[in-house]
């Protein structure tokens, strides 16, 4: 590496040189900047993960009516996904997460009106805990970072992601399965698709792409 900086010689006073550094030598910044990506990454889940039971499910009667009453200010009875993201951000910012957010919103969005009733708010937090989860998931087979999963991606990680052995032939059977429009990536909505499919008994209509 050309005597590159590594990253285990960065502490807290030579924190901002040594990013310099490293960002500096062409060699080392692919590194870094995978580093710093994994640091996010992990940043993320351990604050999600430090909020648990900070929303429980299902919520106390007093603690729905007092964050329906911050959503829906107008009193028409409805919310839409731009107030949902917006209580998001202000009262749960571990829980930030736009995708997430946009799979608990099309999930709980029972009659599919696009507008969210107080009775469908209620299983809000429990999804967007789940698809928090599976984010996780998703981020943590997607090794570019490219937001998709291939299939050299998919079969490195498909015995841990299905919890069981699978063979190449395997994998890929439920590779062409989650990839529902057979582009040969897997894209979040997908894999959120087929998980909650799975797991929550989730219609998967329910989960368009967008
Ligand atoms: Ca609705
Ligand atoms: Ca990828
Ligand atoms: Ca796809």
Redesign the pocket.
């Given at each position: 590496m050309g005597g590159a900086v590594s990253i285990s010689e960065v502490n807290e006073e030579n924190f901002q040189e040594k990013l310099e550094e490293l960002w500096n030598n062409e060699e080392a910044r692919p590194g870094l900047k995978q580093k710093v990506y994994d640091a996010q990454k992990f940043l993320a889940k351990k604050a999600r993960e430090a909020s648990v039971g900070k929303i429980e499910h299902p919520l106390p009667d007093s603690k729905q009516e007092e964050l329906w009453n911050l959503l829906d200010y107008n009193g028409n009875g409805f919310s839409s996904l731009a107030e949902l993201d917006k209580l998001v951000v202000e009262h749960y910012p571990e829980f930030d997460n736009k995708p997430a957010i946009m799979r608990a919103y099309h999930t709980i969005d029972r009659n599919n009106n696009g507008f969210i009733s107080k009775s469908e708010f209620a299983d809000f937090f429990y999804y967007l805990d789940y698809f928090c989860k599976l984010w996780e998931k998703f981020e943590g087979i997607?090794?570019?970072?490219?937001r998709?999963?291939?299939i050299k991606?998919f079969k490195q990680y498909a015995d841990s992601v299905f919890g069981r052995k699978m063979s190449d032939g395997t994998a890929e059977t439920m590779f062409r399965l989650i990839d529902r429009n057979g582009g040969g990536k897997i894209l979040f909505y997908e894999f959120a698709a087929h998980f909650a499919h799975l797991e929550k008994n989730v219609d998967v209509e329910k989960l368009p792409f967008e």
């Open positions: 997607d090794d570019n970072n490219d998709r999963i291939d991606e």
